[in-house]
């Protein structure tokens, strides 16, 4: 029923920067706790960032603390992950997801997902 739209996806080289976006509808309440994951081929799936309901707390995997920021706009439903910087290691499937509980800090019980956004990162 929930549904998750992550876009914003593409090619971009060393360096730069790209915006995801994540459009939720079906049950998306404005106090979930919204966060991003992404997988890369032959890696497992994990975490990079998380916010709480309003904002005011957010939580990054430290390989991209000081270089990417998650935001959201309640009232269009929409989370987002500004990328900078970056670098071939951060070429993956990103994942929108969101939960109906609990804290920025708890990084492995999401609740719902979306299909994916793929980044590449080349140079």
């Known amino acids: 029923q929930v549904q998750l739209v992550e876009s914003g996806g593409g090619l971009v080289q060393a360096g730069g920067s790209l915006r995801l976006s994540c459009a939720a509808s079906?049950?998306?309440?404005?106090?979930?706790?919204m966060g991003w994951f992404r997988q890369a081929p032959g890696k497992e799936r994990e975490f990079v960032a998380a916010i709480n309901w309003s904002g005011s707390y957010t939580n990054y995997v430290d390989s991209v603390r000081g270089r990417f920021t998650i935001s959201r706009n309640n009232p269009k439903n929409t989370v987002y992950l500004q990328m900078n910087s970056l670098s071939s290691e951060d070429t993956a499937v990103y994942y929108c997801a969101a939960r109906n509980s609990g804290s920025v800090d708890d990084t492995p019980s999401y609740n719902y997902w979306g299909q994916g956004t793929q980044v590449t990162v080349s140079s």
């Open positions: 079906g049950g998306i309440f404005t106090r979930y706790v």
